[in-house]
Each structure stands twice: as C-alpha cells, then as structure tokens.
C-alpha cells in the first residue's frame, strides 16, 4: 500500500480556473473550420452565455468570500482572493480571444457567404434614411436619455442591459451643463436588426441596435455638443439567497428573491474598447469595482445576442445537416409500452435515440383507467413542455399526481414557480424537494392496477425532462418494470413528500446518503483488485469531478495499478500523469455538436464489470447537498451497449482534449488519416436507421 499523502494541493487544480479552461474550449470550435459557419458562431455564443454566468455565480461567489475576508482554501490551497487575481487574468484572456475570433474569423467568413454586418461608416444613402426612419419611429419613442446632476443621480443599471455612457458638452434649456449621460438601450427591442433587402446587398445584412443609437444620440440631447458615446454593460451577482430555515413558504420567498437579481451586487464592466479612461474610471466607481473588473471590447458588448443570426438566417448548408433521433425497433413494434416493460427494459439514448417515448410513457400513463398514480420529479422542463401537458390531463382525470419541483433550478426559477401554480390549479399534489437540499434526481414513478396487484413502471435518467434539451444534450433514459428498482423509486418519494428516516433501497444510490460512500468503496475494491495482480479498470463519464475524497481515491487506485480513463466535460480538479500517482489515469473532455451530459461509470469488477448510470457529478454540492440517484444497468445486453458507447468516446480523435500534468488542454492526435469523431458514430449507429 503506497504511503504517498494524496491530499497534497499541488496535486489538484483549481476549480473556478478549470471551468474557465472548458469556456476556452468551447471557444475553439468557433475557430474550426471543421464546424459548420453558423455553428461555429453559435459556439462563440454559447461562450459568451458561459462566461455570463461564470461571473454571475462563480465571480460573484468569489467576491463576497474575499469581502468577507475569508481565507479558506480548497483542495488546491488557493484563498478567494488568489483565485480572483488569477479568474481576472485567464479571463481578460479569454474576453480578448472572443473578439479576435468575431472580427477577425467569423465576420469575414459570413461575409463571403453573403451575411454581414453593416457598420455606420459603410451605410449607402439609402441605409442612412432606413436607418433614421426606424430610429425616428422605432426607437426614440421609447428611450429615455438621462441626464447626470444633483437631481438626476446615476440610474440603477439593470443585469446585463445595454447601456451607454454619452459624453456632452454645452448647456441645456435650463441651464445645466453636467456633462454626462446616461442612455439605456430598451430591453423590448432586438439588438440586431435585419436591414430590408431594397436597402441591403441581399438578405441578410444586420446593423447592430447600438449603432443606430450611435449615429442618432445626438437627436437625445438637441442643442448640445456629443463628444463621445460608449457602450457599457454590468455583470450582477445573481445567485439566490434564500434563508430556508426563515421562511414559511418557499414558493413565496423565490419570487420576492427572483426581483432581487436584477440589480445584485455589480461583479463585472464591459466597456467599448474606445470608451476614454476618464470614463472608465467613472463607471466603475459608480459600480464599486475596480481595475480588474474591466473589460473593455471591440465589438457588441454582449455577444451572445448573435444567437439572433444563427437562428435567424436560413442556411442549411452552413448549419450541421439534419437527423432524425431512432426509436428503439422494440417500441415501434409494441403500442402498449407498459406490455413492453413487463417484457424487458428499455435504454434510450439521447439525442441519438428519440426522447418521444419518454413522453409517450407518461402519456399513456395520464390516459390509462388502470393508472393510479402518477410521480415525478422535475428540475427543467421548458416553457412548452408536453410531459406537464399530460401531468395536467392526468390530474383533470383523477390520478394521483405528485411533482417534485425544483424551484431553486439556478436561471429556471420563474419557470419552475408558474409551473407549480399550473400543476396545483389543475389538482396535482405539488412540493418544493427538501430544505437545504435540490432536488436533482430525474424519476417517474407510474403506479399502475393489473388484477389484484399494483405494478410499478419507473423511468430513471441522467438529463432533464425538456424535450428541447433532449435534442442537444447526450443522456440515458431507463424504462422498466423492475420490481426492486420500482420499490426504491417509491420509497425515495415518500422521502422527498413526506417525513421519516433513510430508507434501505435495493438497487439505487441516493446522495446525499450512500452514493458517495458507495463511489468510494468501488473505486477501493478495483484498487483491491490491482493489488491482488488482477486487471483493473475503472471508466467514468461525467460533467464535473471536483470532490477531494473521490479523487484522493482514484490518485490510490493508480499507484495501485487500476487503469482509469476519465471523460469530463467540464471541470477537472484531478491532475493526471503525475509520476507515482497518476500515471494510469487519462482525462479527456468532449466537446461537439451536442453538449455530452451522461454520467456513467464501469467497473471491471475483475471480469464481471458493474455499470452505473446517475443524474449526480463527482462533486461536493452533488454528493452532500442534492437528491441525486445512481442506477445500475443490469441487464446483459444494455450494460455491453452503454460500455460500447464508452469505448466510442475512448477512441475520439476528432473532437477530444487531453488533460496534462500541468493543467492544460491539448487536441487529441489523430490517429489516422480520417480522425474518429464520438458524437458521429454514435449518430451513424443509433440515429440514421431510423
């Protein structure tokens, strides 16, 4: 047994540094030419909505530890306040790269292919008149130019509006002459705009709302001299705070907290690269930061609003091609699933594979006489969700209805609350989860009469309950009949809806009780395993791995000589390939068309291998502070299915990164001529024989 101390910080990298180093690359795929244009523009979006919440959470989270003093350090030994300097420096990074690849790759790429944006220095004649009529009826009726003096103090910048700063000179009808602006963009308007084609070179020509407001500010302020306008953005602190222990009702205090984000504490400035240091400095005072908060850009100052062009130019050929996600033979063949599952499991897996039947099981629950009961949990669902459709009907019919709903779904919240007044008007049972713990869990529960007895029908997976989702992210779904899981799936919501001790469960994991005891003991019996001279291996798929005790556990089962091949996604505080510890571990990220969302982990098990399948990552707030479920893939050919799948993502040489000793990410190496791409296989194998 190696007397090695694993708990060494230098042996683990920093959490908020490696989710900056996932944004990046995302990034990446905005550069690659491999992508299709438009995708590659979404990429760059996605980014900018990325590092969006990165400040709005995790920044802003930081700040208020460094306030407060704090000088406690993670796994890394790294106090809030390193971690601050070092998020600010990788960021500016990060920020400068995202406007290096908008104008100096995609805007010239999607140029070529006929889509540009039109800057106020090339408007023709015609453009300008275009320009000014919709300023004219548009735009000037409802903007409201503040003025800065005693009596007009700086306005409350709402999170993530577009503003600007306007530099005057001159006195006004009243005699002021404060010199300083404020104009706030209407939030009801786009922020591109599509120029007619009679006034553009053809259809998809855009101008940005904020050059129209450049060109025309000086109609704000008649009579005064404009010296200067610049656009500003401010990123707020918007974590919820909900004292759970204080409140009476939960839904209540989510939506007085809900107005509340709008105006938190500002972490960050986005400036016009332009905008004078005068200024600069000004704005950050009104908004307490400092030098380090600044951003200052060369372009929109909110980057994802390009999204408007992605979903808004119809050019299939610069887009992925389109596919059709399979149903499983087994399901086309058998109208009643509930025949089916008495029969065998089902394993779906999205977007490969159609998330309709998870639909039409609840569906048919909802319209089934022989249907008792209906429960379910529900952290994300969409706007339009037909899951909650048929939770209503079913309800109107009679069933008994439970939904688990999530309130506190971090940016869903509002969604979640008129969902759960929806649900309760049409007569379900609705409750909020567990205080101090998300419900993260992803369970249906169908309780159904056949004869004398009652049978249980459960859906377990690993993503949300939103159909849109479904088509964008990777995630297993599990329909069954199987008594043992059925049992515990109840079990665990009498937990969640009522009072009472940890249940004993059959076959599933619950955080925050035994999932991550359970990790730890098959991490410990490979290891075992290694030590006795058996082969030894351990895969795991997952989002996050950031929990100290399960990587002190891998960095063991390494030196003891367990092979280990890690896929996460996102965050990796694991550093592999450090001699004597980690030398038998490879870490790879995923990054491709879709979002790679499955959590799965195999254990050899010396030759008769344990799979798993769990809604929870490999971190803290998982473990410890949610309701998660693992469930295990028993049956024989649906185990060797999810296996395959992961040696398919082993073998990714297309749009894999490897993690270094060092902490950084480098493309996977193509082995041959024709790298080998996961996400495409998998495509080719589950989708186009649909």
Request: aromatic residues 8%; proline residues 5%; contains cysteine.
């Given at each position: 047994?190696?007397?090695?101390?694993?708990?060494?910080?230098?042996?683990?990298?920093?959490?908020?540094?490696?989710?900056?180093?996932?944004?990046a690359r995302v990034l990446e795929q905005a550069r690659d030419p491999r992508v299709p244009l438009l995708e590659r523009l979404r990429f760059l979006c996605i980014s900018s909505t990325n590092l969006d919440e990165f400040f709005?959470?995790?920044?802003?989270?930081?700040?208020?530890?460094?306030?407060?003093?704090?000088?406690?350090?993670?796994?890394?030994?790294?106090?809030?306040?390193?971690?601050?300097?070092?998020?600010?420096?990788?960021?500016?990074?990060?920020?400068?790269?995202?406007?290096?690849?908008?104008?100096?790759?995609?805007?010239?790429?999607?140029?070529?292919?006929?889509?540009?944006?039109?800057?106020?220095?090339?408007?023709?004649?015609?453009?300008?008149?275009?320009?000014?009529?919709?300023?004219?009826?548009?735009?000037?009726?409802?903007?409201?130019?503040?003025?800065?003096?005693?009596?007009?103090?700086?306005?409350?910048?709402?999170?993530?509006?577009?503003?600007?700063?306007?530099?005057?000179?001159?006195?006004?009808?009243?005699?002021?002459?404060?010199?300083?602006?404020?104009?706030?963009?209407?939030?009801?308007?786009?922020?591109?705009?599509?120029?007619?084609?009679?006034?553009?070179?053809?259809?998809?020509?855009?101008?940005?709302?904020?050059?129209?407001?450049?060109?025309?500010?000086?109609?704000?302020?008649?009579?005064?001299?404009?010296?200067?306008?610049?656009?500003?953005?401010?990123?707020?602190?918007?974590?919820?705070?909900?004292?759970e222990e204080e409140v009476d009702d939960l839904l209540v205090a989510m939506e007085g907290e809900l107005q509340s984000r709008r105006y938190g504490d500002a972490v960050r400035l986005e400036a016009a690269a332009n905008c004078?240091?005068?200024?600069?400095?000004?704005?950050?005072?009104?908004?307490?930061?400092?030098?380090?908060?600044?951003?200052?850009?060369?372009?929109?100052?909110?980057?994802?609003?390009?999204?408007?062009?992605?979903?808004?130019?119809?050019?299939?050929?610069?887009?992925?091609?389109?596919?059709?996600?399979?149903?499983?033979?087994?399901?086309?063949?058998?109208?009643?699933?509930?025949?089916?599952?008495?029969?065998?499991?089902?394993?779906?897996?999205?977007?490969?594979?159609?998330?309709?039947?998870?639909?039409?099981?609840?569906?048919?629950?909802?319209?089934?006489?022989?249907?008792?009961?209906?429960?379910?949990?529900?952290?994300?669902?969409?706007?339009?969700?037909?899951?909650?459709?048929?939770?209503?009907d079913a309800a109107r019919a009679g069933k008994e209805v439970t939904v688990v709903i999530e309130l506190r779904a971090r940016f869903d919240e509002e969604a979640n609350i008129q969902l759960a007044n929806r649900l309760q008007?049409?007569?379900?049972?609705?409750?909020?989860?567990?205080?101090?713990?998300?419900?993260?869990?992803?369970?249906?529960?169908?309780?159904?009469?056949?004869?004398?007895?009652?049978?249980?029908?459960?859906?377990?997976?690993?993503?949300?309950?939103?159909?849109?989702?479904?088509?964008?992210?990777?995630?297993?779904?599990?329909?069954?009949?199987?008594?043992?899981?059925?049992?515990?799936?109840?079990?665990?919501?009498?937990?969640?809806?009522?009072?009472?001790?940890?249940?004993?469960?059959?076959?599933?994991?619950?955080?925050?009780?035994?999932?991550?005891?359970?990790?730890?003991?098959?991490?410990?019996?490979?290891?075992?395993?290694?030590?006795?001279?058996?082969?030894?291996?351990?895969?795991?798929?997952?989002?996050?791995?950031?929990?100290?005790?399960?990587?002190?556990?891998?960095?063991?089962?390494?030196?003891?000589?367990?092979?280990?091949?890690?896929?996460?996604?996102?965050?990796?505080?694991?550093?592999?390939?450090?001699?004597?510890?980690?030398?038998?571990?490879?870490?790879?990220?995923?990054?491709?068309?879709?979002?790679?969302?499955?959590?799965?982990?195999?254990?050899?098990?010396?030759?008769?291998?344990?799979?798993?399948?769990?809604?929870?990552?490999?971190?803290?707030?998982?473990?410890?502070?949610?309701?998660?479920?693992?469930?295990?893939?028993?049956?024989?050919?649906?185990?060797?299915?999810?296996?395959?799948?992961?040696?398919?993502?082993?073998?990714?040489?297309?749009?894999?990164?490897?993690?270094?000793?060092?902490?950084?990410?480098?493309?996977?190496?193509?082995?041959?001529?024709?790298?080998?791409?996961?996400?495409?296989?998998?495509?080719?194998?589950?989708?186009?024989?649909?």
């Amino acid at each position: 047994m190696s007397d090695t101390d694993f708990r060494r910080p230098e042996l683990f990298l920093n959490r908020q540094l490696s989710l900056l180093e996932f944004n990046a690359r995302v990034l990446e795929q905005a550069r690659d030419p491999r992508v299709p244009l438009l995708e590659r523009l979404r990429f760059l979006c996605i980014s900018s909505t990325n590092l969006d919440e990165f400040f709005e959470i995790r920044v802003s989270g930081l700040k208020q530890a460094a306030e407060l003093g704090s000088t406690q350090a993670g796994a890394d030994n790294r106090t809030p306040q390193e971690v601050l300097r070092q998020v600010s420096q990788r960021a500016h990074t990060l920020v400068e790269a995202q406007y290096q690849v908008l104008n100096s790759v995609l805007i010239p790429d999607l140029a070529r292919e006929d889509i540009r944006f039109i800057r106020r220095g090339e408007w023709n004649a015609a453009q300008r008149g275009w320009v000014r009529n919709y300023f004219e009826h548009a735009l000037l009726p409802v903007l409201s130019p503040l003025g800065l003096d005693p009596a007009h103090p700086f306005p409350r910048i709402l999170n993530k509006s577009l503003n600007f700063i306007v530099q005057l000179e001159g006195k006004d009808a009243f005699g002021r002459n404060s010199g300083l602006a404020v104009v706030q963009a209407p939030r009801a308007l786009p922020r591109l705009i599509r120029v007619p084609s009679e006034h553009g070179s053809g259809p998809n020509d855009f101008v940005f709302l904020s050059s129209i407001i450049h060109a025309h500010v000086d109609d704000l302020f008649p009579g005064m001299s404009i010296k200067g306008c610049y656009q500003f953005r401010v990123t707020r602190n918007s974590d919820l705070y909900v004292d759970e222990e204080e409140v009476d009702d939960l839904l209540v205090a989510m939506e007085g907290e809900l107005q509340s984000r709008r105006y938190g504490d500002a972490v960050r400035l986005e400036a016009a690269a332009n905008c004078p240091e005068r200024l600069t400095r000004f704005l950050l005072q009104e908004f307490g930061l400092d030098e380090d908060d600044l951003y200052q850009v060369d372009g929109p100052v909110n980057l994802n609003r390009l999204m408007a062009v992605v979903d808004g130019v119809d050019r299939p050929d610069l887009t992925y091609p389109g596919f059709t996600s399979s149903v499983p033979p087994e399901l086309q063949r058998n109208a009643d699933i509930f025949k089916l599952l008495r029969q065998r499991p089902v394993l779906l897996h999205h977007p490969f594979q159609s998330f309709a039947p998870v639909i039409d099981f609840i569906r048919q629950a909802a319209g089934d006489p022989h249907v008792l009961a209906i429960k379910q949990t529900l952290y994300r669902t969409g706007p339009d969700s037909a899951i909650v459709d048929a939770l209503v009907d079913a309800a109107r019919a009679g069933k008994e209805v439970t939904v688990v709903i999530e309130l506190r779904a971090r940016f869903d919240e509002e969604a979640n609350i008129q969902l759960a007044n929806r649900l309760q008007d049409a007569g379900a049972h609705v409750v909020y989860g567990v205080v101090g713990h998300k419900t993260h869990a992803k369970m249906v529960l169908v309780v159904r009469r056949e004869g004398e007895q009652l049978r249980n029908y459960v859906h377990l997976g690993t993503g949300n309950y939103h159909s849109r989702t479904a088509r964008l992210y990777t995630d297993y779904g599990l329909l069954t009949a199987d008594t043992a899981m059925g049992e515990d799936v109840h079990r665990i919501f009498l937990q969640l809806t009522s009072l009472g001790r940890v249940a004993r469960l059959n076959t599933l994991v619950e955080s925050p009780f035994t999932l991550h005891e359970r990790m730890l003991a098959l991490i410990e019996r490979e290891q075992r395993h290694a030590e006795a001279g058996h082969e030894a291996r351990i895969i795991v798929k997952l989002n996050s791995l950031t929990e100290p005790r399960i990587i002190q556990a891998l960095y063991a089962a390494s030196s003891a000589g367990v092979h280990i091949d890690l896929i996460v996604r996102g965050m990796c505080c694991l550093r592999p390939g450090v001699q004597g510890v980690s030398e038998r571990i490879q870490v790879r990220s995923i990054i491709g068309r879709f979002l790679e969302h499955t959590r799965v982990m195999y254990f050899h098990n010396h030759g008769e291998p344990e799979v798993y399948l769990s809604s929870a990552d490999w971190m803290e707030r998982n473990f410890f502070r949610r309701v998660e479920v693992a469930f295990t893939v028993d049956n024989p050919e649906l185990r060797q299915r999810v296996i395959d799948d992961l040696d398919t993502y082993l073998a990714d040489d297309a749009q894999a990164w490897l993690l270094d000793a060092e902490g950084t990410y480098h493309p996977a190496a193509p082995h041959k001529e024709t790298p080998t791409s996961s996400q495409a296989i998998l495509l080719k194998r589950l989708a186009e024989h649909a």
